[in-house]
């Protein structure tokens, strides 16, 4: 099937658009809302010694589903798949709701994970088909301040209703929210005119084959180093199973009429640089989303609250300058403006290291400030550019598969520099990690050489990062086309 008139009539995208950053706010605030409400939960259903699952399993739904999601916008249309998640999520926050134990919760955030899958991949594909390339910043825009407004909302609106009212209150409250997205995206969401072909065929066999190909290795990661030691016997069989199903699924994909991962996406070099330059971002976004809270408390002292607004200045400056990207991009190319803003990102993360001890709050604070700024004027040039490089009929795999890169570089990131810093604090203090080190801040009598300890794991964290912004600074110069080869605005 063929579309046209990718973009939509002005007097149409209001409703849309509030439909798209509601389903946003609904994928956005997922994380962040349970996370403060994890003590309430453990302490009625118990499972604290599984309770990570309840963001393991949800991200792993969400990785995996997503070039599925792709595949079947571009196959069905945007509407069906937006409209089937958004009932998949509400009914997985529904049922999250009702757990009876952590292993049910477990069970129905995977759930929700599947409908988030939907909801990530087709809001962004939507929003290219929905705007012109000129005005593609605005609704990135907006849809970046969702995801800012929500890192900065989450924890305290999940403490609020853990607190005060139920923590299955934070479930229930997505049900309102996704009623008016659903409803909004029923009555306005209007898809391009497509010609009538040939009936469309499934790759089912594919779709299963990345699900399990996916899952498997993500819970390799997601486990290895933590629930046993790296070259166990459970991590490498793990890896290697991963490897054979890997090796099953391309053998499965170039055999399939209609394979639910082309293999144009990596043999186009613009589309495999960016999902390689993304998957670099999903990398080194561990450094500041997951050791810089340990840093602000266990090494400044900060509380909790404290900690998170070092963190929340990163997401208040990068919206703001990725709407500010398209003012660079027109004049120098999406290339080139991505190539600025990662080179920025790498030399502002070497900063980090260079921060006295101890450092003073408004430091670090800035250093994120700063990050946000950079990654913004990286990060939306690479997507709008790629968007745009592709027919209405692929651009659902092509977002798919850029945001399917960066989730996976999430998961690595995540295990590499978990890796890095407890060996540093091994090789500094003779044992521990992070988690019992900042258990210990608070009574050992030695707290500076702990503090100092983890300051110096948190800096090789930072280095390593920087490397990850390096590779994604190769691919940009190596892989990328000099200029990006846009379509006309009618695709």
């Known amino acids: 099937m063929k579309a046209s008139a990718a973009t939509a009539p002005r007097e149409r995208r209001g409703p849309v658009v509030a439909a798209l950053m509601l389903g946003m706010a609904l994928a956005a605030l997922d994380g962040t809302i349970v996370s403060t409400a994890v003590p309430q939960i453990v302490g009625d259903l118990g499972g604290f010694s599984v309770f990570s699952w309840l963001f393991s399993g949800y991200l792993l739904a969400v990785t995996v589903s997503l070039p599925v999601y792709g595949k079947l916008s571009d196959t069905f249309g945007r509407k069906p798949v937006l409209i089937a998640g958004i009932i998949l999520f509400l009914a997985g926050s529904l049922l999250c709701a009702a757990a009876w134990n952590m292993a049910a919760l477990i069970a129905f955030r995977v759930v929700q994970g599947l409908g988030g899958g939907a909801l990530q991949g087709t809001v962004q594909t ?11 910043p605005k609704i990135q825009a907006k849809l970046s301040t969702v995801w800012a407004v929500s890192a900065v909302a989450g924890p305290a609106v999940g403490g609020l209703l853990a607190g005060y009212a139920d923590w299955r209150w934070i479930f229930l409250i997505n049900l309102p929210v996704g009623a008016v997205a659903l409803w909004l995206v029923a009555r306005h969401l209007t898809e391009p005119v497509r010609e009538r072909g040939p009936r469309p065929r499934i790759d089912w066999p594919g779709a299963l084959a990345v699900f399990l190909t996916g899952s498997l290795l993500l819970f390799a990661l997601v486990q290895g180093g933590i629930a046993w030691p790296w070259l166990s016997t459970p991590s490498l069989a793990l890896l290697g199973g991963s490897a054979v199903l890997l090796a099953v699924t391309v053998v499965i994909e170039r055999r399939a009429a209609e394979p639910i991962i082309p293999g144009w996406v990596w043999r186009r070099r613009t589309i495999a640089a960016v999902n390689l330059a ?13 050791f810089l809270p340990t840093y602000a408390q266990s090494v400044l002292g900060l509380g909790p609250i404290a900690a998170g607004f070092v963190l929340s200045v990163m997401t208040l400056s990068w ?50 400030l700063l990050l946000g700024a950079a990654l913004g004027l990286f990060q939306l040039p690479l997507i709008v ?103 006309g605005e009618h695709n």
């Open 278 to 290: 993304l998957g670099a971002l999903g990398l080194l976004m561990v450094a500041p989303t997951v």
């Open 126 to 136: 939507i929003a290219a088909d929905l705007y012109p390339l000129k005005e593609r």
């Open 319 to 368: 919206p703001i300058s990725a709407a500010l990207s398209n003012r660079v991009y027109t004049r120098i190319g999406f290339r080139l403006t991505a190539i600025v803003g990662i080179t920025l990102a790498m030399l502002i993360l070497l900063a980090f290291p260079l921060l006295p001890h101890p450092a003073e709050p408004w430091q670090p604070a800035l250093i994120m």
């Open 385 to 487: 550019g790629v968007q745009s490089t592709v027919p209405w009929s692929e651009r659902g795999t092509t977002t798919a598969s850029v945001l399917f890169c960066r989730q996976v570089g999430q998961s690595v990131g995540a295990a590499l520099f978990g890796a890095i810093a407890n060996g540093v604090l091994v090789a500094r203090l003779g044992g521990g990690d992070l988690d019992s080190v900042a258990r210990t801040l608070a009574t050992a009598e030695s707290a500076d050489n702990l503090r100092r300890a983890v300051a110096t794991a948190v800096d090789y964290v930072y280095v390593g990062a920087a490397g990850a912004a390096a590779l994604a600074l190769l691919a940009l110069l190596f892989v990328a086309p000099r200029r990006f080869p846009v379509l």
